[in-house]
């Protein structure tokens, strides 16, 4: 599938030889071995990263439907092969009517996440049409033609998206009718499964342009299916997803590309300023490292409400710390809140030098659980994070997808996994840019993460920092966080490492 070239020293350190590639490298959130077809990349052959980014989206839907989807939305930061770099946003929004009570209540929680009252108005669609618009060079419909074969002909569920199928999650839903078999069973890990009706749904938005999807048939099947408290047919009309600068944030030797507010980048830049100059030694330089690293985590957990036109000034943030203490919730201007757990990333490098780095999501595991039976479309229950704010403003968001430049790299990267994003690639960054780990090893590093209840986690492989209980850290392990994509051209070498937590693939020509 792609051409491994011979590991050579001016390469990135103990990086296996198989994540070097040449041409075009893809990496996809979660990938499988479909992404590797020859019928995949014959299709996104000659086309530009865009081209690429999107046909692997689509095709994404399908193999892990929990997670992302043309019912949801999504943040491009793209770079093109003159180095500017842009933002095409075309995250949700809300509808026209949405009961107020029930964004003051989305912290509430006894009351249900789920269901048509908690969709936002989807923006997927209308974010591939801007992007394909202002980058691509392949037929909009070619990029559809993948996934639309593989959904029409069906494939075995991945286990990724098998694990998400149980009696408990499926109850009482309209989701729950895709996932049964002709004897009523529910479809587990390995069965084979046909998206029929998105493959119709994909074939029509690829013959007829976007407007199939917010003005055509597809809205109003749609706004039909999911009509009681749910999105009306001029939210769907009236939606345009929108391009802007990129914000720039020095990081070491890179100028760091990241979208601005609603989206968790400037986040991302508060946690790596509070932690520049960090090369930790000793045991105790160590647990103090960690000890900063988690301060800086719950900061920014405070401040991810108030992100709107600047970037947070993390030197005020930095000043307040302790060496020896943490502090209660109020200190860091903290309020509880959901904790999202969805989401994709698509890193794209280009061999002219574009680069694409994409998020998406349609919010918790499956959305909201509402399957418009007419379209195929699951649908997100994005309105969660929208708590207080007003009447179709986009919520603060943590998806950050981002392009790094220096004079002789370049690094695409971005992160799947909700609320965890910031952590998983603040992580990253500061283990392969500061510490000097390969990207592979970097993104394979133990996650430390601050959950939305202000407390201390990692994953079961990292031992716990008992130093830290003293400082005032309430600690717990868990399985499961971020997953983390890259792609990294440094000098004539191109490096790309999709993250092993959810049997991520990297692939490229």
């Not at 966080?481 to 991520?504: F, H, L, P, Q």
Request: proline share 5%; aromatic share 10%.
């Amino acid at each position: 599938v792609y051409k491994c070239q011979s590991y050579k020293q001016k390469c990135l350190i103990n990086t296996p030889a198989k994540y070097f590639l040449d041409k075009l490298s893809l990496n996809i959130s979660f990938g499988t071995k479909y992404f590797q077809t020859k019928s995949l990349l014959h299709f996104i052959r000659g086309g530009s990263a865009v081209d690429a980014a999107i046909a692997a989206l689509l095709c994404t839907g399908i193999m892990n439907p929990q997670s992302a989807g043309v019912g949801g939305g999504a943040i491009f930061t793209v770079m093109d092969r003159s180095g500017k770099v842009k933002v095409i946003n075309s995250r949700e929004t809300a509808p026209s009517k949405v009961d107020p009570d029930l964004l003051k209540s989305c912290k509430n929680e006894s009351i249900p996440r789920t269901g048509s009252k908690w969709i936002g108005v989807p923006g997927e669609i209308r974010g591939y049409e801007l992007a394909h618009k202002l980058y691509g060079k392949l037929p909009w419909a070619a990029l559809f033609q993948p996934t639309i074969k593989l959904a029409r002909e069906g494939f075995p569920i991945p286990p990724v998206q098998g694990s998400g199928i149980t009696d408990n999650r499926m109850k009482n839903t309209s989701l729950r009718k895709l996932y049964l078999d002709k004897t009523g069973t529910l479809l587990k890990t390995g069965d084979e499964i046909k998206f029929e009706k998105l493959a119709d749904t994909l074939e029509l938005i690829a013959n007829k342009g976007a407007d199939a999807f917010y003005t055509g048939r597809v809205a109003e099947d749609l706004v039909r299916d999911v009509q009681q408290e749910g999105i009306a047919f001029r939210d769907l009309a009236s939606y345009k997803a929108t391009v802007t600068e990129a914000w720039v944030a020095p990081v070491g030797e890179y100028q760091m590309y990241i979208p601005p507010p609603p989206s968790g980048g400037p986040l991302l830049s508060l946690v790596l300023n509070i932690m520049k100059g960090s090369s930790p030694r000793s045991v105790d330089e160590k647990i103090l490292f960690y000890h900063h690293y988690v301060e800086a985590l719950k900061f920014a957990n405070g401040q991810k409400k108030q992100v709107r036109d600047n970037l947070i000034p993390f030197k005020a943030c930095s000043h307040r710390f302790k060496h020896d203490a943490s502090h209660i919730p109020v200190y860091y201007n903290f309020n509880k809140y959901p904790d999202s757990m969805g989401t994709t990333h698509v890193s794209v490098l280009a061999e002219d030098g574009s680069a694409v780095a994409v998020t998406s999501s349609i919010n918790y595991k499956f959305g909201s659980k509402v399957y418009s039976s007419s379209t195929g479309v699951l649908l997100n229950n994005q309105l969660l994070d929208f708590c207080e704010t007003a009447n179709r403003e986009q919520p603060p968001s943590s998806m950050t997808p981002v392009v790094l430049k220096s004079k002789s790299k370049t690094l695409v990267i971005g992160a799947g996994g909700g609320r965890w994003i910031t952590t998983g690639l603040a992580s990253v960054l500061i283990n392969h840019l500061w510490f000097g780990k390969s990207l592979k090893e970097a993104i394979d590093t133990p996650v430390v993460y601050v959950d939305s209840q202000n407390t201390v986690k990692f994953e079961s492989s990292l031992h716990k920092v008992m130093s830290l209980e003293a400082l005032g850290h309430n600690q717990t392990s868990e399985e499961f966080y971020n997953v983390v994509n890259a792609v990294e051209k440094k000098d004539d070498y191109i490096c790309a490492v999709s993250d092993d937590r959810k049997r991520g693939e990297a692939a490229g020509y």
